[in-house]
């Protein structure tokens, strides 16, 4: 059997809103780090339309990612905007990479329990809209409101990692301390969405609870449906 061909690496080109050709603002550490978290990654998931899938970043993607917040940052929202560069490169670029996956994830159409995703937004821009309550004090998601066409609301909270799994097993306890103030202030939040992605080992978990589950259970209830709904000792341990 013969392999998957490599996957191109090669970011751009950019544009600015003028139709001119760029360069955008990236180090060279940042675009380095920015290469190694392209790849195809082994999704598992308690979620059947996800479980098994294989999800692949490569320079189209996050060209295209790149591009879209440039226009943003340009445009009418820069608060909403992310530029790799104004952040130390570990951060930025685990951050750029868990907006990408969770939008490669959670497309339009994409299932969830028989329920289509109709839009996504981001947290800070629901709360802009009124859409969610966030809490006053103590730990808050700051990821992806999912809304369905059967009006469900799913409250997505993702963790990407460079290093390996050791972060991803440390932020379990602070994933749901995080949902769990959130559902509190949200009645209407129906559903959690967590993600935790090793960047190293090219692997994503995916984990949907309801609201019930969430709020009955401990970081530690947490880490065993991870390893049981997701996939197993070898993602978190």
């Given at each position: 059997?013969s392999?998957?061909?490599?996957?191109?690496?090669?970011l751009?080109?950019?544009?600015?809103?003028?139709?001119?050709?760029i360069?955008?603002?990236?180090?060279?550490?940042t675009?380095a780090?920015?290469?190694?978290?392209?790849?195809r990654?082994?999704?598992?998931?308690?979620?059947?339309?996800?479980?098994?899938?294989?999800?692949?970043?490569d320079?189209?993607?996050?060209?295209?990612?790149?591009?879209?917040?440039?226009?943003?940052?340009?445009?009418?929202?820069?608060?909403?905007?992310?530029?790799?560069?104004?952040?130390?490169?570990?951060?930025?670029?685990?951050?750029?990479?868990?907006?990408?996956?969770?939008?490669?994830?959670?497309?339009?159409?994409?299932?969830?329990?028989?329920?289509?995703?109709?839009?996504?937004?981001?947290?800070?821009?629901?709360?802009a809209?009124?859409?969610?309550?966030?809490?006053?004090?103590?730990?808050?998601?700051?990821?992806l409101?999912?809304?369905?066409?059967?009006?469900?609301?799913?409250?997505?909270?993702?963790?990407?990692?460079?290093?390996?799994?050791?972060?991803?097993?440390?932020?379990?306890?602070?994933?749901w301390?995080?949902?769990?103030?959130v559902?509190?202030?949200?009645?209407?939040?129906s559903?959690?969405?967590?993600?935790?992605?090793?960047?190293?080992?090219?692997?994503?978990?995916v984990l949907?609870?309801?609201?019930?589950?969430?709020?009955?259970t401990?970081?530690?209830?947490?880490?065993?449906?991870?390893?049981?709904?997701?996939?197993?000792?070898?993602?978190?341990?």
């Amino acid at each position: 059997m013969s392999s998957a061909p490599p996957v191109n690496t090669l970011l751009g080109p950019f544009y600015d809103l003028d139709g001119t050709e760029i360069l955008p603002v990236l180090t060279e550490a940042t675009e380095a780090a920015i290469e190694r978290i392209m790849g195809r990654y082994r999704i598992h998931a308690n979620v059947p339309s996800l479980d098994g899938r294989m999800l692949v970043i490569d320079n189209q993607v996050v060209t295209r990612y790149i591009q879209d917040d440039w226009n943003r940052v340009m445009g009418d929202e820069p608060d909403l905007g992310f530029l790799p560069a104004y952040w130390s490169t570990p951060r930025a670029v685990g951050r750029l990479a868990e907006d990408i996956i969770c939008r490669e994830l959670l497309q339009d159409e994409m299932l969830l329990a028989g329920d289509r995703v109709r839009k996504l937004y981001a947290v800070r821009e629901a709360a802009a809209q009124g859409l969610l309550q966030m809490p006053r004090k103590g730990a808050r998601s700051d990821d992806l409101l999912l809304e369905t066409e059967r009006g469900n609301w799913y409250l997505v909270e993702s963790k990407a990692s460079l290093t390996g799994r050791r972060y991803l097993r440390a932020s379990i306890p602070k994933a749901w301390r995080q949902t769990l103030n959130v559902l509190a202030a949200n009645a209407r939040l129906s559903h959690v969405l967590y993600i935790w992605a090793s960047l190293r080992e090219n692997f994503v978990v995916v984990l949907a609870l309801d609201r019930e589950q969430v709020q009955d259970t401990s970081p530690e209830g947490l880490r065993r449906l991870v390893e049981i709904g997701g996939c197993g000792n070898r993602c978190v341990r």
